[in-house]
């Protein structure tokens, strides 16, 4: 859990130097920020159990307004979850029920909480929009809201204007109506929290303005917005998707391992960008590392630095140690710094097979076995790729054709890492 200050700087200054911001209003928020404890609120979608690689970008954000002594307010979007945002998007999304946005709610605070503390003074705090939304009658709708949103300015937005122009598809007024729903959310916040900051994507930009002049039309007050660019790598990738997948911050949906390994493949030219972006390292650090990355990238230290950094912030730094170990022995670290906390991470980054301990207990063949996991297609190949030097049990070259699998043979008396060639891996995995 996140607890320390990040410097005396102002928090926008922090995030401007970080690569934070996109657009923000001109309403004195560094003057704002300087004066005192600001409510700072982000929303985010319920329609899935886990948030993505790509809400680390605002997570960021409230994490650094906290590290500045300022309080996060996190919104679930509760009632407009079961609307949806036409942002982005060129369909209705599925509706959905209000057990299901309770329970990714739940599921989204925990994925949170290691970037947030959720006590003190200025603890996060986490809010429905349904507690609110779902008991405004359809009169206070019109008259309180309604009438100081213009029509012309609704359908001006870009991502209104592209659903009017598809003729098949059209655009609810469901949909449609997202943007009052949104600027409710901040004129609520405004009123129970003194909330007057939301910060969000840089395609919200129309809806967090929307939001800032409700407020100044409502309340005669003023409040301000901030937006994070669009993280892309510098070929063009759009942060978080490999082979077309999203990347999530649940472990049941995206592995430790596989969140290590998106960031170690990480483009040279990004590196020192990200770090600034999605690690609290202090800049002047991550401005050696980059040093070092520019005059030795076969090293890789960027690469690496920005994998445990990302990993030990989401799944903590026993994992990420584990994680950094099963990555290491699989490529080119070899098995000697393996812990066996690390087990489970290799397992799951390679084909895996189980053993029975009492096998190992008397010896089991490693010719039968490697044909029984199809690690070989047959005991005439395996025999020809050991004659070849190429067959490799625990980083030991195996010269004997003959050789029994046993747990004195095995990393921790039950792991077997088995090398074919190069790169291919198998795990045979010992269990009682």
């Keep these: 859990m996140v607890t320390s200050k990040e410097s005396p700087k102002n928090v926008i200054a922090v995030l401007q130097e970080r690569g934070l911001i996109s657009e923000i209003t001109e309403s004195g928020l560094p003057e704002a920020a300087a004066a005192g404890m600001l409510s700072v609120y982000c929303g985010w979608d319920p329609s899935r159990p886990s948030l993505q690689i790509g809400n680390l970008v605002p997570i960021m954000m409230l994490a650094h307004f906290q590290r500045a002594g300022h309080r996060p307010l996190l919104l679930v979007g509760g009632g407009t979850g079961m609307i949806g945002d036409p942002t982005g998007k060129s369909e209705e999304r599925v509706l959905l029920s209000t057990e299901q946005v309770r329970e990714?709610?739940?599921?989204?605070?925990?994925?949170?909480?290691?970037?947030?503390?959720?006590?003190?003074?200025?603890?996060?705090?986490?809010v429905n929009n349904a507690?609110?939304?779902?008991?405004?009658?359809?009169?206070?709708?019109?008259?309180d809201i309604g009438k100081h949103f213009s029509v012309n300015v609704m359908i001006a937005k870009e991502s209104v204007r592209t659903r009017l122009a598809d003729r098949d598809q059209g655009i609810s007024y469901t949909e449609f109506s997202y943007m009052i729903l949104q600027s409710i959310d901040f004129l609520?916040?405004?009123?129970?929290?003194?909330?007057?900051?939301?910060?969000?994507?840089?395609d919200q930009w129309g809806n967090l303005t929307a939001g800032v002049d409700l407020i100044r039309r409502a309340r005669h007050a003023q409040a301000h917005a901030l937006t994070a660019p669009l993280?892309?790598?510098?070929?063009?990738?759009?942060?978080?998707?490999?082979?077309?997948?999203?990347?999530?911050?649940?472990?049941?949906?995206?592995?430790a391992y596989e969140l290590y390994?998106?960031?170690?493949?990480?483009?040279?030219?990004?590196?020192?960008?990200?770090?600034?972006?999605f690690t609290f390292l202090p800049l002047d650090e991550i401005a050696v590392i980059g040093k070092q990355q520019a005059a030795d990238p076969a090293s890789r230290v960027g690469q690496r630095l920005l994998a445990f950094e990302v990993t030990k912030l989401v799944h903590g730094e026993a994992t990420?140690?584990?994680?950094?170990?099963?990555?290491?022995?699989?490529?080119?670290?070899?098995?000697?710094?393996?812990?066996?906390?690390?087990?489970?991470?290799l397992a799951g980054a390679v084909p895996t097979s189980p053993l029975a301990l009492?096998?190992?207990?008397?010896?089991?063949?490693?010719?039968?076995?490697?044909?029984?996991?199809?690690?070989?297609?047959?005991?005439?190949?395996?025999?020809?790729?050991?004659?070849?030097?190429g067959l490799y049990i625990n980083d030991q070259r195996v010269t004997d054709s003959e050789m029994l699998l046993t747990r004195e043979t095995a990393l921790f008396g039950r792991a077997i890492l088995v090398r074919a060639g190069k790169n291919k891996y198998h795990l045979l995995l010992a269990t009682e």
């Design 104 to 126: 990714n709610a739940e599921l989204i605070r925990r994925q949170l909480e290691p970037f947030l503390s959720f006590e003190g003074e200025n603890g996060a705090v986490m």
């Design 131 to 143: 507690d609110w939304l779902g008991k405004m009658t359809l009169i206070e709708y019109l008259r």
């Design 188 to 202: 609520h916040l405004f009123d129970h929290f003194h909330c007057t900051v939301q910060v969000g994507g840089s």
């Design 231 to 255: 993280i892309t790598s510098s070929s063009g990738q759009k942060l978080g998707k490999t082979a077309g997948n999203a990347l999530f911050l649940d472990p049941a949906m995206t592995s």
């Design 261 to 277: 390994q998106y960031w170690i493949n990480t483009e040279d030219a990004d590196v020192e960008r990200y770090l600034k972006i």
């Design 320 to 345: 990420a140690c584990a994680v950094a170990e099963a990555s290491d022995a699989l490529f080119g670290g070899g098995v000697a710094s393996l812990s066996e906390a690390a087990l489970p991470h």
């Design 358 to 389: 009492s096998a190992l207990e008397t010896g089991v063949s490693l010719l039968e076995t490697l044909v029984a996991e199809g690690i070989q297609k047959s005991k005439g190949e395996a025999r020809r790729l050991i004659q070849q030097g």
